[in-house]
């Protein structure tokens, strides 16, 4: 790494989070806060002006772009900063959009400081950081395949645990209410179950969607 401190960019809509993350890293000599964001629009804008090194990212924000979608765009650039996410949420319906987007670490927000920071470090210098839960889940999503719902699976189900018809769920994802059908199928076989209630409790139960 190179001799200047790792400098950092804070996006979260909640001020409390930000002056929290702001108070553990400052106490580390090479991490170094140069600037914070409240929405996502405003941490892409922020570290495109380049002296960004990482970037500490939440999933949720209160309306407009989301954590999972600034990220993207972020890491789409050239020399672009590393993206760490720091959420509460830690099911497979918020982890995976994350890391495909191409962040570099996904820590919940209850880590020890000096887990975080450790984190930090090891993002701004490539190398991938997770949380222990998510890295876990992601090996035996590797192990066991024929479990693993797919992205678009789990998107599906979600809303159906949202309370959503098929033909709303359609709508939303813009699908036939037939593919819809067709993905609740799938899901039920992966998930050994027959009916919505099922899958949406038995996926809440295995992480595969938040509670």
């Known amino acids: 790494m190179t001799g200047h401190p790792v400098r950092l960019l804070l996006a979260d809509d909640h ?6 993350l702001r108070a553990v890293l400052e106490t580390e000599p090479d991490l170094l806060v140069v600037a ?8 892409v804008a922020r570290a495109a002006v380049g002296d960004i090194d990482v970037v500490l990212m939440d999933l949720r924000f209160g309306r407009g772009m989301g954590g999972a979608e600034a990220t993207a ?4 650039r050239p020399d672009a900063p590393r993206v760490v996410i720091v959420t509460t949420y830690d099911s497979d319906a918020d982890t995976l959009p994350a890391i495909e987007a191409g962040a570099t670490g996904y820590l919940l927000k209850d ?12 993002a701004a210098t490539g190398r991938t950081a997770l949380a222990p839960a998510v890295a876990d889940r992601l090996v035996n999503r590797l192990r066991t395949p024929g479990t693993s ?10 809303l159906v645990a ?3 018809s098929n033909q709303a769920v359609g709508r939303r994802l813009h699908l036939t209410e ?17 009916s919505r209630t099922a899958a949406v409790a038995t996926a809440t139960d295995l992480g595969l969607i938040r509670r």
């Not at 001020?15 to 929290?20: D, F, K, L, N, T």
């Not at 914070?36 to 941490?43: I, L, Q």
């Open 15 to 20: 001020p409390v989070v930000r002056a929290g």
């Open 36 to 43: 914070e964001a409240a929405t996502a629009e405003d941490a």
């Open 73 to 76: 765009v972020i890491t789409a």
């Open 111 to 122: 880590a020890p400081p000096e887990e975080l920071a450790a984190a930090v470090r090891t």
């Open 149 to 158: 719902l797919t992205r678009r699976e789990t998107e599906v189900l979600a």
């Open 162 to 164: 949202e309370g959503l």
């Open 178 to 194: 037939g593919t819809v059908k067709s993905h609740l199928a799938r899901v039920y076989a992966k998930l050994g179950v027959d």
